[in-house]
């Protein structure tokens, strides 16, 4: 019974603590990298396994149930709930790297394919971008150039990256791209972001017309920015941003009413069926140890007195004048009993005192 008691107790405190999944996104470059981004109700531990056919998350205290996610823009295949978990199904062959956001209860995995041509490295590039790993991208940028000497959209997107990172290197990247490039007019507009001064000579006839409207030039907006060089805090940022979207909110606020009220309706639940066990074992219990004095007070009597000591007293009482019922309740043994003394006390003749 108490193994019993020990169970229920372990299973009302598990479903206490079940933490859910509010929300699934799955973004990136699909063609080489996808962030799965898991939006939880509370902050818990997780671990990521590959196994055949994909990968196995595991999430501490996880209630089983899973949101309809959108794979639209990833590689996965579907994920389906685990026990205790998520598996993302996937044919292709990845890497992955993990981290918890506890400021935004979020669990996030990112998921690599290997990155061999041209493009595949360069989208690499934009996804560690996108999510501040600056110097990561700055890295694939110097690695492509020397692999690719002379393709100036390389030139191009890194000296972008270095502008944001705030590096002095951006302008020496940009002034590589030579004017019959087609990239060249774009990084003069990035040039003249970065240093408002910077004049165009590429074409001298035009030298007093460009310098009148560069003199008017403002750097532009949209350009002219840096990012924190923390880039935890980037991508922590990031991603409240993406999860705060409004059809994310939505689904989110949906939840969590759904979530109360099955929690209000779980925990009464619980407590009738609590109650319920508590006094059914109470009642088997107090019935067990009934059964177990009726037992004993059986066999106390019936050891109590032995034979010899029985017919003494039942020829003591018959020659009081007794019947043969009111010794039998006197004695507290049965008339049969009785009756087996009165027959020894006939075999031995009387029972002398």
């Keep these: 019974m108490k193994r019993i008691l020990i169970v229920l107790l372990l299973v009302m405190c598990s479903l206490l603590n079940a933490v859910s999944i509010r929300g699934i996104r799955a973004l990136g470059e699909p063609v080489v990298a996808c962030r799965l981004a898991l939006q939880m109700d509370e902050n818990t531990d997780f671990q990521v396994q590959k196994r055949a056919g994909g990968f196995y998350i595991r999430i501490a205290g996880f209630d089983g149930i899973l949101p309809a996610p959108n794979l639209s823009?990833?590689?996965?295949?579907?994920?389906?709930?685990?026990?205790?978990?998520?598996?993302?199904r996937t044919s292709e062959n990845l890497s992955y790297e993990t981290m918890a956001l506890t400021d935004t209860k979020a669990l996030v995995v990112d998921f690599y394919k290997p990155a061999e041509t041209k493009e595949q490295r360069l989208a690499l590039a934009r996804f560690h971008t996108d999510r501040g790993r600056i110097a990561r991208a700055d890295k694939i940028y110097h690695e492509l150039y020397i692999d690719y000497n002379g393709h100036y959209d390389i030139l191009l997107a890194w000296g972008e990256l270095l502008i944001k990172r705030g590096s002095d290197r951006a302008?020496?990247?940009?002034?590589?791209?030579?004017?019959?490039?087609?990239?060249?007019?774009?990084?003069?507009?990035?040039?003249s972001s970065v240093d408002p001064k910077h004049i165009d000579t590429s074409n001298e006839p035009m030298m007093e017309v460009v310098?009148?409207?560069?003199i008017d030039l403002k750097p532009d907006p949209a350009i002219d920015y840096k990012l924190p060089e923390d880039d935890d805090e980037y991508i922590e940022n990031e991603l409240q941003r993406i999860l705060k979207r409004s059809d994310i909110t939505e689904m989110i606020d949906d939840r969590d009413s759904l979530w109360q009220k099955l929690n209000i309706v779980v925990v009464a639940a619980i407590i009738v069926v609590a109650i319920l066990l508590i006094f059914i074992i109470v009642l088997l219990l107090r019935l067990r140890a009934a059964k177990r004095n009726v037992k004993h007070g059986v066999k106390k009597r019936a050891t109590k007195m032995d034979s010899?000591?029985?017919?003494?007293?039942?020829?003591?009482?018959?020659?009081?004048?007794?019947?043969?019922?009111?010794?039998?309740?006197?004695?507290?043994?049965?008339?049969?009993?009785?009756?087996?003394a009165i027959k020894r006390l006939h075999y031995l003749g009387g029972y002398d005192d």
Excluded: H
Aim: net charge negative; glycine share 2%.
């Design 308 to 340: 010899a000591t029985i017919t003494k007293m039942v020829s003591k009482l018959l020659s009081d004048g007794w019947t043969n019922k009111e010794i039998a309740r006197e004695l507290k043994i049965s008339r049969y009993e009785v009756e087996q």
């Design 211 to 214: 310098e009148e409207e560069i």
């Design 171 to 191: 302008s020496e990247k940009l002034k590589m791209i030579p004017s019959s490039s087609q990239f060249y007019s774009r990084a003069q507009e990035l040039l």
């Design 73 to 88: 823009q990833s590689f996965f295949d579907y994920i389906d709930a685990d026990q205790n978990g998520i598996l993302v």
